[in-house]
Antibody, heavy 117, light 113 residues
Framework: EVQLAESGGGLVKPGGSLRLSCAASGITFKNAWMGWVRQAPGKGLEWVGLIKSKNEGGTSVYAAPVRGRFSISRDDEKNTVYLLMNSLKSEDTAVYYC????????WGQGTLVTVSS | DIVMTQSPDSLTVSLGERATISCKSSQTLFYSSNNKNYLAWYQQKPGQPPKLLIY???TRESGVPDRFSGSGSGTDFTLTISGLQAEDVAVYYCQQYYNTPWTFGQGTKVEIK
């Protein structure tokens, strides 16, 4: 059974940084494209970005609103994917979910990031 | 970027009746080399994370009731709930994974009449 568990959310001031983690189990992690989707309060789903498997280059792709500020990395030994968020803005306030694959099977509960002074 | 547009934004349907949600993409999601449409559907109930219903436009995820079906090809897709149940009250999203950045539709809220 695939399980994804996000952590690391919290309250951060505008301009600050935060790193989210997602521990995955039940998948062959090293072969999986891992990513993040977010959902602002009362809004729809927004794709944030992904990181490919190392054997497919290990490169990352990002949505325009976060490009240059967010960075996704992975640790295949720990079956964990990370989202480093810099220069945070109020509009980054959202529940952040990590994802595995191209369509997203089981979802974790997400982790709430609140950007506010 | 591929823009995904769902209609309607909200839908009120009587119990046992059919609910139909449309999803249109700004460019084709059909890849001719494998004859597949790169589209998924999700259900999100209040206070819960989304749940995968359909992928490859029409393949039902394991455990999803067969009253949920997906159809369409190219740029026009439909999610049909045949015989709406009370537990189907939710917001439904389509998502394309044909090209990055992957994108979602804005969501369709389904309620009971």
């Amino acid at each position: 059974e695939v399980q994804l568990a996000e952590s690391g959310g919290g309250l951060v001031k505008p301009g600050g940084s935060l790193r989210l983690s997602c521990a995955a189990s039940g998948i062959t992690f090293k072969n999986a494209w891992m990513g993040w989707v977010r959902q602002a309060p009362g809004k729809g789903l927004e794709w944030v970005g992904l990181i490919k498997s190392k054997n497919e280059g290990g490169t990352s792709v990002y949505a325009a609103p976060v490009r240059g500020r967010f960075s996704i990395s992975r640790d295949d030994e720990k079956n964990t994917v990370y989202l480093l968020m810099n220069s945070l803005k109020s509009e980054d306030t959202a529940v952040y979910y990590c994802t595995a694959g191209s369509w997203f099977g089981p979802w974790g509960q997400g982790t709430l990031v609140t950007v506010s002074s | 970027d591929i823009v995904m547009t769902q209609s309607p934004d909200s839908l009120t349907v009587s119990l046992g009746e059919r609910a139909t949600i449309s999803c249109k993409s700004s460019q084709t999601l059909f890849y001719s080399s494998n004859n597949k449409n790169y589209l998924a559907w999700y259900q999100q109930k209040p206070g819960q994370p989304p749940k995968l219903l359909i992928y490859w436009a029409s393949t039902r995820e394991s455990g999803v009731p067969d009253r949920f079906s997906g159809s369409g090809s190219g740029t026009d897709f439909t999610l049909t709930i045949s015989g709406l149940q009370a537990e189907d009250v939710a917001v439904y999203y389509c998502q394309q994974y044909y090209n990055t950045p992957w994108t979602f539709g804005q969501g369709t809220k389904v309620e009971i009449k």
